[in-house]
């Protein structure tokens, strides 16, 4: 048997002629995209222009109205069972931690592997404590939200989606809450993800960590994907004139 030179690249998420709609209002315009397994992809663009939007529809909190999506080669669930374990399978951290303000940094964690996969208590405790030291905040397990900084309550929030043991990570705006000095605590963390194999898409306005994390870098305006590169060519030699007005705006300044 012969050893592969290169690995093939592996679709894990795919966006195919995507449409969405908010009343009028035309959101996603035919959008496809497709995922390889272990890649970065952050997800660049003005306010407004669908951004989030496409990020959501990966695990369906928001609905499509056409076009396909897939995750492993199977269609995401319209519903019930099969939706709630595609949802188990697919992490996601948003610009709002959502943590569950009555249970501790450490409870936080647990409550998916319990609750939804049905390990065990113990073996969860365990495996929650090894990813709040992943994220940094080991010392900050028995603490109540309200007792964490925003970027500890972020990466406790990034520690439950992992905890889930997830495909592909979705990312949307996760510092934009923060104050500045707490961005880098939280990127690091999702750069040292990044580099660990993790499929990860990123909503993101942080330039920096889409230069040093991402594979690829997509562009988007108006609900198209306007231009998509890997990060030195995006950055250096921008193709589309949209891109390059975006770029000139964000990096002057």
Same mark, same amino acid.
């Given at each position: 048997m012969s050893t592969p030179t290169a690995a093939t690249p592996s679709p894990l998420v795919v966006l195919s002629s995507v449409n969405k709609h908010f009343g009028a209002l035309h959101v996603l315009k035919d959008v496809d995209l497709t995922v390889d397994r272990g890649e970065v992809v952050v997800v660049l663009g003005p306010s407004? !222009? +669908?951004?989030? %939007?496409?990020?959501?529809?990966?695990?369906?909190?928001?609905?499509?109205? !056409? +076009?396909?999506? %897939?995750?492993?080669?199977?269609?995401?669930p319209a519903e019930g069972k099969e939706l709630a374990q595609l949802r188990a399978k697919v992490g996601m951290v948003f610009q709002s931690f959502n943590l569950f303000a009555h249970k501790t940094a450490l409870e936080n964690v647990l409550l998916g592997p319990v609750k939804v996969k049905g390990i065990k208590r113990g073996a969860a405790e365990t495996r929650g404590r090894e990813l709040l030291t992943r994220v940094g905040i080991a010392a900050q397990a028995d603490k109540d939200p309200a007792q964490l900084s925003g970027g500890q309550q972020q990466r406790v929030a990034i520690a439950r989606a992992l905890a889930m043991d997830p495909m592909v990570m979705l990312f949307d705006e996760p510092t934009s809450a923060l104050d500045p000095e707490m961005i880098n605590e939280v990127l690091d963390v999702m750069t040292s993800l990044a580099k660990s194999g993790m499929t990860m898409i990123v909503v993101t306005h942080e330039m920096g960590f889409a230069r040093r994390a991402a594979d690829r870098v997509v562009f988007m305006d108006e609900g198209r994907i306007v231009e998509q590169a890997e990060p030195e060519k995006f950055f250096t030699a921008p193709e589309s004139a949209r891109t390059q007005d975006f770029l000139s705006k964000i990096l002057t300044h």
């Open positions: 407004g !222009s +669908g951004k989030s %939007t496409l990020c959501r529809t990966i695990n369906r909190l928001e609905t499509i109205d !056409s +076009g396909t999506i %897939t995750i492993d080669g199977r269609p995401v």
